[in-house]
């Protein structure tokens, strides 16, 4: 009885808003109840819809539980709104069992839009879209305008989160503990990109008479926008086209964007135990098992080495829970200006390289532990000619990178320990960690080097008392 007058007393009081104006603030509990069981359902309906793929499947999309005490592959923090989901093994799996085989056709990729939503694809040709804001604009066409249409991705569509804890959805605020990071950076391009862009389909695509029509005269505001760029920054991989142009060794030249339903919903852990693969003579993105599965282990794919922490932050809006050799720090191109001495005689030279080589795609200046990537050995060796050895450079480096935070190491592990860390949200949490990690893999670099020069210094010392 006390319920439904509870229910009743609830409706009136909307009403009364409704009709004399103001903003229902939903119960943070509620929404959050009401969020996840929408998620359930649309995972059980994607569960079901997987079959299309594979008629006997031994996997499904599960929630995450973490029991107390156990210890997470990555750092995600507990106050989400949103629950979290997994690709957990049916029955025992053995190694080298293909798990799901996803075919071009039914992946969100360019080649589905153009088919399914021809006459706006048409329109973001016309306005000279890249191939990952076609994807970001066709799946809000997807999610919020043709909800009662049919088409091959409902249910995955469906089944997305609602939102991200990746570059867009850093709060100024929450960007402060970033300082020093090459996060830092990346996030503040990322927003202005985004920004930048979705201003510009503000004043055009997203005023096109196609669009109107199809959604019934609703804008398509920020936060919609965010959300789409975000799903599709998470969950793409890159591609083999098979319609782009062929090499002299018969391989397609062009890679494109797609994401691969369900394959998304794997996550990723340092021990892998599948791998997906693209198969081009079949068009399809693949997912195999690597090693023995057991029944009711979560299914996991690897990591991409060349992704460092901030990357991972940046993008997927997670981190590795720990470091380890092969974690890395990214290198900024103003870093490497900044180690150029003025007195240097080669500085104009150096200054223009730096410059030239930023215009170059696809450019990796990563360090970790136990190595560097070859594009940021091929600049340091250049950077330290005719001033200091390549160990030095790269000490002087490390050193100048470590300056860039404003706290230290201890400071840090007092931080994380005090109140006003527990009281930090999610991503200002995940922010302070991944400061915290570079710092700790930084000065882990820098003793190496320091170890490595004094043992080169000592060797020297002895072959000279030799002589």
């Given at each position: 009885?006390?319920?439904?007058?509870?229910?009743?007393?609830?409706v009136l009081l909307v009403a009364v808003i409704f009709v004399f104006g103001g903003e229902?603030?939903?119960?943070?509990?509620?929404?959050?109840?009401?969020?996840?069981?929408?998620?359930?359902?649309?995972?059980?309906?994607?569960?079901?819809?997987?079959?299309?793929?594979?008629?006997?499947?031994?996997?499904?999309?599960?929630?995450?539980?973490?029991?107390?005490?156990?210890?997470?592959?990555?750092?995600?923090?507990?106050?989400?709104?949103?629950?979290?989901?997994?690709?957990?093994?049916?029955?025992?799996?053995?190694?080298?069992?293909?798990?799901?085989?996803?075919?071009?056709?039914?992946?969100?990729?360019?080649?589905?839009?153009?088919?399914?939503?021809?006459?706006?694809?048409?329109?973001?040709?016309?306005?000279?879209?890249?191939?990952?804001?076609?994807?970001?604009?066709?799946?809000?066409?997807?999610?919020?305008?043709?909800?009662?249409?049919?088409?091959?991705?409902?249910?995955?569509?469906?089944?997305?989160?609602?939102?991200?804890?990746?570059?867009?959805?850093?709060?100024?605020?929450?960007?402060?503990?970033?300082?020093?990071?090459?996060?830092?950076?990346?996030?503040?391009?990322?927003?202005?990109?985004?920004?930048?862009?979705y201003d510009q389909l503000s004043q055009s695509l997203f005023k096109d008479q196609v669009?109107?029509?199809?959604?019934?005269?609703?804008?398509?505001?920020?936060?919609?926008?965010?959300?789409?760029?975000?799903?599709?920054?998470?969950?793409?991989?890159?591609?083999?086209?098979?319609?782009?142009?062929?090499?002299?060794?018969?391989?397609?030249?062009?890679?494109?964007?797609?994401?691969?339903?369900?394959?998304?919903?794997?996550?990723?852990?340092?021990?892998?135990?599948?791998?997906?693969?693209?198969?081009?003579?079949?068009?399809?993105?693949?997912?195999?098992?690597?090693?023995?599965?057991?029944?009711?282990?979560?299914?996991?794919?690897?990591?991409?080495?060349?992704y460092c922490g901030s990357d991972l932050l940046v993008d997927y809006g997670y981190l590795?829970?720990?470091?380890?050799?092969?974690?890395?720090?990214?290198?900024?191109?103003?870093?490497?200006?900044?180690?150029?001495?003025?007195?240097?005689?080669?500085?104009?030279?150096?200054?223009?390289?730096?410059?030239?080589?930023?215009?170059?795609?696809?450019?990796?200046?990563?360090?970790?532990?136990?190595?560097?990537?070859?594009?940021?050995?091929?600049?340091?060796?250049?950077?330290?000619?005719?001033?200091?050895?390549?160990?030095?450079?790269?000490?002087?480096?490390?050193?100048?990178?470590?300056?860039?935070?404003?706290?230290?190491?201890?400071?840090?592990?007092?931080?994380?320990?005090?109140?006003?860390?527990?009281?930090?949200?999610?991503?200002?949490?995940?922010?302070?960690?991944?400061?915290?990690?570079?710092?700790?893999?930084?000065?882990?670099?820098?003793?190496?080097?320091?170890?490595?020069?004094?043992?080169?210094?000592?060797?020297?010392?002895?072959?000279?008392?030799?002589?």
């Amino acid at each position: 009885m006390k319920q439904r007058i509870l229910l009743i007393v609830v409706v009136l009081l909307v009403a009364v808003i409704f009709v004399f104006g103001g903003e229902v603030k939903p119960i943070e509990p509620n929404e959050k109840e009401t969020l996840n069981e929408h998620r359930r359902r649309s995972i059980n309906r994607l569960n079901k819809w997987s079959r299309f793929y594979v008629k006997n499947p031994v996997f499904a999309v599960q929630k995450k539980v973490i029991k107390e005490g156990e210890e997470q592959e990555i750092l995600k923090e507990d106050d989400k709104k949103e629950d979290e989901y997994g690709v957990f093994a049916n029955a025992k799996i053995e190694r080298g069992i293909e798990l799901l085989e996803v075919k071009w056709t039914s992946c969100l990729s360019v080649d589905t839009i153009r088919v399914e939503q021809g006459e706006l694809f048409e329109r973001m040709v016309h306005y000279g879209l890249a191939q990952e804001d076609v994807l970001a604009v066709g799946l809000i066409m997807y999610k919020h305008c043709m909800a009662k249409e049919t088409f091959n991705l409902k249910e995955w569509v469906a089944s997305l989160p609602t939102r991200y804890d990746s570059s867009l959805y850093f709060s100024e605020q929450e960007m402060e503990y970033l300082a020093g990071s090459p996060a830092f950076v990346d996030i503040m391009v990322e927003k202005e990109v985004a920004t930048k862009l979705y201003d510009q389909l503000s004043q055009s695509l997203f005023k096109d008479q196609v669009i109107l029509e199809k959604c019934a005269g609703q804008p398509i505001d920020w936060d919609t926008f965010r959300w789409a760029h975000s799903t599709i920054t998470a969950r793409k991989i890159y591609v083999t086209d098979p319609d782009s142009a062929v090499s002299s060794d018969g391989k397609q030249l062009k890679l494109s964007p797609v994401v691969p339903p369900i394959i998304d919903y794997f996550n990723h852990a340092t021990d892998p135990s599948a791998e997906i693969d693209y198969n081009e003579v079949l068009g399809s993105v693949d997912v195999k098992a690597i090693r023995d599965i057991k029944k009711g282990e979560e299914i996991f794919v690897s990591y991409d080495y060349h992704y460092c922490g901030s990357d991972l932050l940046v993008d997927y809006g997670y981190l590795p829970n720990k470091i380890d050799e092969k974690s890395c720090v990214n290198v900024l191109m103003e870093e490497l200006l900044e180690t150029i001495s003025l007195d240097d005689p080669i500085k104009d030279d150096k200054y223009y390289l730096v410059n030239k080589l930023f215009e170059t795609k696809d450019i990796k200046l990563k360090i970790s532990m136990d190595s560097l990537t070859e594009d940021l050995l091929k600049i340091s060796k250049y950077m330290a000619y005719k001033q200091e050895s390549l160990l030095e450079y790269l000490k002087r480096l490390v050193s100048l990178k470590i300056g860039h935070y404003p706290t230290s190491i201890i400071q840090d592990k007092e931080f994380l320990v005090s109140q006003e860390y527990k009281q930090l949200s999610a991503r200002s949490k995940l922010a302070f960690n991944l400061v915290l990690q570079e710092k700790q893999i930084l000065s882990n670099v820098y003793t190496k080097l320091q170890e490595n020069i004094e043992a080169i210094d000592s060797r020297d010392r002895k072959v000279k008392d030799e002589l």
